[in-house]
């Protein structure tokens, strides 16, 4: 059964108007309570191809670690043979299938529910869509009018017969069982899915129709937490408008006639990604489907087009020249590949900072994700022996395809999985848990500055509370923003973390209530409460929690009794 | 040689900046001394084609009466396969040619000179504009930096040697000889030349391209003066974006699934014009080189986007739905094309409303050039025998081909004009310019309204000083903006002016200095510096003029001599 009023978890921290302005106070709330209601995007339905054997291709590819680059390629290939489909009523599998047949082999699909059904249907070929496309109908309203403006995103009648499930997860159970298994369960509930991923190419390729219409040659690409492996659920979908391959031609003939385009000069490249942000944000205001709240920031020092992509549920922010982000993104993503730890222990540490409040969503004194999956990172590199090597190391690995200079700055670092020695290392995730608590609870945040290019504490160049070296523009702070109290917060609540972790060393999980383990350290905190401002809504959260585990422990003991 | 510092004549009447706002004043002056600078868009070279036989081609076309229709398809398909190319230094045409010829065979080509020197280049087909935008590089420039959109307006580098010539016409002869060559005179010097219709096309066309960028089916037609036969050099381009075939695509599948576009929904279709035109208005903005000016106008009656078109010199206005313009534009074409007289006399009227402040580009109280065109129909439709046809003998020949009716409004006429009967008027145009200014020095303003419908004037409806009948929104009247005082300044003007052509009837042309016939008409007036505004500037241009004419016949005597 379709449940047509519940939302995917990642609506809950979609900031979609007074939501966004809600979050604050409610942050806490959302985050856990969400963990029990979650709606995943879910592959169904019989596998169409050989070529695609199961929904876990993403674990596959991590075995074979491919790069980053490949990934794209082949993920922006699926996205510009597929469409997006609303589903308006309920739709009979087999038909729908039936029907979309006609126009060529389909390789993969599948349904999920954001405001109504929609289904993303990759097609074998490119012919296909262009097939579909020049069968749809403009609609035939007789109240409105429609800005006739074709996208791949398209909507089907007349459905017939209801032949229609989605498959729900109830996170509850994953907080059950020993520490290690809870930050697994964790990451696999909260990591990017391979639908949730190949929806995010979808858009990226959804958008670039509208700006290849005058850039016929540009690609837009997703950069950060969509495609550096640390994404969770429902994170924004951050993208990159790529002009270079166009402004790199420029032939000179050696001698005679030679013709040039007459184009449009202004005085900086700035200036030029902002008037291409300004017409592509217009466009999508004005004629994109689905797409509302579109917010031209043009005057931020990386000009952006932000907007609501309904149908997918993304937030989503379009840049441009944004290439030392892409390079961070590469980074990022090539440390989560090398050790499954990282990623878990990612994860883990920012379910525990989000549902503090230690991070938020907006603008702010706060710790970002960046920061603190930097601050992972490092503790990782100080391990004895380390769990990754330092940037330094990585750079000096480079080979010249490697080499990348960008306004200055050398971003460059090996990228060949396979020339990186990793020692070896075994702890295991709850230790790692408990020393990353008990590193950061003691850390001389006062004198040092946290370095993963060196992979050693650094002398701090300036007084920021807290200093974090960006990886690659090695003269900015990452964490300029986060002020003491904010640190102070941090501190105290990794020094009560680490000693709640103590605490459960003594006991092993049984079918208490009582939350245990990792679901210890995500809930109220005694310390947390000071100056965060969100001391009341805290104690209503804590009950509703505890409620929560209650049910679902006398579920679980139904079951296996 | 190439005269690099004198803009062409319809620069002079081009309103850029603040030149709109010296208008008013200046407005005598410019008409009257362009008429000795002008240098006009002007056919050269060899004839490259069979199929282009002589630069006077729309006069062949004027004899077969081809509907304006079939001339707009005919100019689209011209403009789809040009280019417009700029010659920044001076041009080898033999050497231009060739380079070009590569591309594939030139069908005709032209220079004019605008701000710098242009080529329009016709091929003979499209895949050679293709081919030549392919060979195309982007400008490497080191200061500046540039919005890499491509379009058919570019810049050719490189050139050798020194050969152009720009024809230029001395207008100052046109009005030696008698009244009746001095009309057809100044008709044939003002009209649009072939070369600057093609270049109204062309840039259409490259607009066309930016919108085919979201509407692939949109087309862009130039309506008003630039098609409708009595459009002069230099007058604004008014352009009609139509989206109407892509929104009759409303196919309805009998049964099963059918797919839909999903497209952003709106409240009017006054909205989707405003939401098309404020993205075109952007892209222009941004991205359109050669580009300037760009107003988005998006809350009058009628939404529009004006900017100037520099590589053209034309002064651009796009609208979208605006079909019933498009109707007057083709029953205006048709009167045109019915009798050659009537085209002269609407040159000659309008050439000395504008002489004498009766018109003005600047929105306000005046009599408009459409207002003024309409006067000159009724009064040819007053004759004894009528010299055209009233509109409603017009409807009455429509087949049901020719139907027509647009937002509740007939505008139904027959356009086949083998089907319209003329009668046997033989005055000559000396006579019906005189008839013309006795005819509505004397009309009975206050109690009568024209009607070209009716061929007839008919009662006033309502209370406004000059009432015109709109022909086809029959409710609406074409010139309400008309105040008393200005009515009253076109009557006295009118009566001066038949009285001055009465005198000359008494004399012939010699070559004395002093002006004569047309020439008179178009002096400053004893009486219209009434309530204009204008009378301190209208001594030094008179003083102007007149030794202007003076140095003329000098000219003219040493020639002739």
């Given at each position: 059964?379709?449940h ?6 990642w609506?809950?921290s979609?900031?979609v ?5 809600m ?6 709330l959302?985050t ?5 209601t ?46 997006l ?16 047949s006609?126009h ?27 097939s ?13 009018s ?5 996208s791949r ?7 017939s ?7 729900r997860k109830?996170?509850?159970f994953?907080l ?8 697994l369960s964790l ?12 929806l ?26 969509s495609v550096n492996?640390?994404g ?27 013709l040039?385009y007459?184009?449009?000069?202004v005085n ?8 291409v942000?300004?017409?592509i944000?217009e466009?999508?205001?004005q ?5 509302a709240?579109?917010q031209?920031?043009?005057n931020?020092r990386c000009?952006?087009v932000?907007?609501s992509h ?21 980074l ?5 590949e090398l ?7 990612v ?11 230690i991070?938020?969503?907006i ?21 004895g ?7 330094d190391?990585?750079r000096?690995?480079?080979g010249?395809e ?13 990228r ?5 020695q990793?020692q070896n290392?075994?702890?295991t ?6 020393e990353?608590?008990e ?26 509370p807290l200093h ?5 523009e090695?003269s900015l702070?990452?964490?300029k923003?986060?002020?003491?109290t904010?640190?102070d ?7 009560e ?11 092993t999980?049984n079918?208490?209530?009582?939350p ?6 995500l ?7 000071i100056?965060?401002?969100k001391?009341r809504?805290?104690e ?5 929690i ?16």
């Open positions: 059964m379709l047509k009023h519940k939302f995917p978890f609506y809950l979609l900031p108007g007074s939501a966004k302005r979050r604050t106070f409610a942050l806490f959302t856990m309570a969400s963990s029990f979650v709606c995943r995007l879910h592959m169904r339905g019989r596998i169409l191809s050989k070529r695609y054997c199961s929904s876990a291709l993403s674990s596959a590819e991590k075995i074979e670690c491919k790069s980053l680059h490949a990934l794209q390629v082949e993920r922006q290939d699926q996205a510009e043979k597929s469409v489909i609303s589903c308006q009523s309920r739709t009979s599998e087999k038909k729908f299938l039936k029907f979309l006609k060529g082999d389909i390789k993969k699909y599948f349904f999920y529910e954001s405001y109504g059904v929609y289904a993303v249907v990759e097609f074998a070929s490119r012919d296909s869509v262009s579909l496309l020049e069968s749809a109908t403009i609609p035939s309203i007789s109240q409105e429609i800005v006739p403006f074709k995103l398209l909507s089907i009648r007349n459905l017969s209801v032949n229609q499930q989605l498959n109830h996170l509850g994953l059950l069982g020993c520490v290690e298994q809870q930050i990451t696999k509930a909260y990591q990017l899915t391979e639908e949730n991923s190949r995010r190419f979808l858009v990226c390729s959804l958008l670039k129709d509208i700006a290849a219409a005058y850039f016929p040659e540009c690609t837009i690409r997703p950069f950060g937490s492996g640390f969770k659920l429902g994170c924004d979908l951050d993208m990159f408008l790529d002009l270079d391959s166009i402004s790199g031609v420029c032939l000179q003939p050696k001698s005679g006639f030679s040039e007459q184009m449009k000069r900086s490249e700035r200036a030029i990604t902002q008037s942000l300004s017409v944000g466009c999508v205001d004629f994109g489907p689905g797409c709240g579109v031209k920031i043009l931020a000009p952006l932000r907007f309904q149908p997918s549920g993304f937030q989503c922010d379009l840049t441009a020249n944004n290439r030392v982000a892409m390079k961070s993104t590469e990022l993503y090539l440390y989560g050790d499954p730890r990282v990623r878990s222990l994860f883990t540490i920012r379910s525990w900072a989000r549902s503090h409040g991070t938020s969503s603008p702010g004194a706060w710790i970002t994700n960046f920061s603190l999956t930097i601050m992972v990172l490092f503790f990782l590199q100080r391990r022996p380390p769990i990754i090597p330092t940037l190391h990585l000096d690995l480079a010249p490697d080499r990348s200079m960008i306004e200055g700055s050398d971003c460059t670092f090996v060949d999985f396979s020339k990186i990793l290392n075994t702890e995730l709850e230790q790692l848990l408990c990353f608590f590193f950061y609870a003691t850390f001389p945040f006062s004198r040092m500055s946290i370095n993963i290019r060196k992979g050693k504490e650094q002398n701090k160049p300036e007084m920021s974090i070296q960006n990886p690659f090695t702070n990452v964490s923003n986060v002020n003491s904010q640190l917060r941090f501190m105290a609540l990794c020094q973390s680490s000693w709640l972790l103590q605490q459960n060393k003594t006991s999980p079918n208490t209530p009582t245990w383990g990792l679901a210890t350290l809930l109220p905190s005694q310390v947390a409460g100056k965060s401002g001391k809504r805290r209503p959260a804590s009950e509703r505890k409620s929560l585990l209650e049910s679902l422990k006398k579920q679980n003991q139904e079951k296996t009794g």
